[in-house]
């Protein structure tokens, strides 16, 4: 292939008048182009990027003062699940939006393993709360458009990590509509209630 | 004496094929290669199921280390030029045509306006040593406020290119109030559709999205 052959001079005239040139090989040690070769691929091969990072898509509620507060779609408190993100990856979960002081939430926690990324209480939780509604539609409680709903309340103890676990769990767990909205003095109460409950953990 | 004479073989090793490969493969890996952007800090994005891929262009990439600090870039040198032609009129920073050639042929930036000319300025080697200690962009939960300058570089970034596809890459270490700053600035820049850049993780088993994609019946 990259070896041409050129030794064999066809016609010329051998004797003892010509006189013979010497002849070298046209066969090239191919070698280091090789080496070369490799040396590039490697260098290619660490600098690349082959896959490109993914994303997550969020949309967030569209806020703007025009908007009257009376316009505002407002959640059912049949519908909604309420999870509040605290520090060390804690997680208080409560059925509702727990916008009555009087009658204040069952509050749950679960604590998330960063090391699994996994919170199998809470993920139980999101699906008994959907076959829940489900339950009520059929039962004709609730209408077709009735969807559930998770209120992700992160304080400001809580980590990013965390936030973007539990918008994958709604990913996983196929729920449609959920928000991120800021934290209220009802529920830091309750957080804070919780801890002075348990403490120690 | 019958001794069978073995032809003796040549140890060269004909190389014209393995050359081939390697060339073949060389050419494969210098069409398909795209070189890792320059990235002023290390942020280790936390996991998602999600499999939405980035768009190849018109992306505003807003970084938040672990400490919180804010990054910002944008892809397109040409539009990165026009970025920092705008900035610098609306901002008066006075930046000369070279230090306005060094933001449009760098990459994210992590300074305040106030210390914009002087890292602008600095030769690459000095940037490298700046960089370490770059203090990132100021933002708050308000916007229109003086201290809110990321607000100031979204609103001008999105005018020199409305197509721009916002992208936030966070480390999961990232303090709520602070990843809060860069949303509520996003809301008040009217931006309410963003991309979380995550790493990809397998969808676990069971669940209604694994149902969803792979069907009831697999294992």
Redo the contacts between chains.
Sequence with gaps: ???LDTSSGGGHKKGPGVKKGKKLSTRI???P??DL??L??TF??Y????Q?????????????DIIKPEDQNKVKNSVALTVL?SKNHRIYYYEGIGDDPTKPPELKSTQYDTKN??DAEL?KEIISKKSKVADMKHRGELTAKDEITVLIK????????????L??EM????VKTYA?IDITEVDRDFIKATEEANPGK | MGHAKLPRKSTNIDMTAMCDVAFLLLTFFMLATKFKPDEPVVVKTPKSVSEIIIPDADIMLITVDPTGKIFFSIDNKLKRKELIDELSSQKSLNLSESEKTAFALGSSMGYPFSQLKSFLGATPDEQKVMEEKATGIPADTAINIPTNELGVWIDIARHTNPKLRICIKADGGVSFPNFQKVIKTLEGEKVFKFNLITDLEAVPMGTDAYIAKYGKGTK
Excluded: H, Q, W
């Excluded at chain 1, 490109?52 to 703007?64: F, G, H, L, Q, S």
């Excluded at chain 1, 990913?171 to 196929?174: E, R």
């Design positions: 292939m990259a070896e040690d191919l070698t182009m090789v070769g490799f590039l691929i290619f091969m600098t690349t990027t082959m490109k990072p993914k994303t997550m898509e969020i949309n967030m509620p569209y806020k703007d993100l990324n996994v993920r992160p304080d400001s103890t809580s980590s990013y990590a965390d936030l973007v676990y918008l994958d990913i996983i767990n196929d991120i």
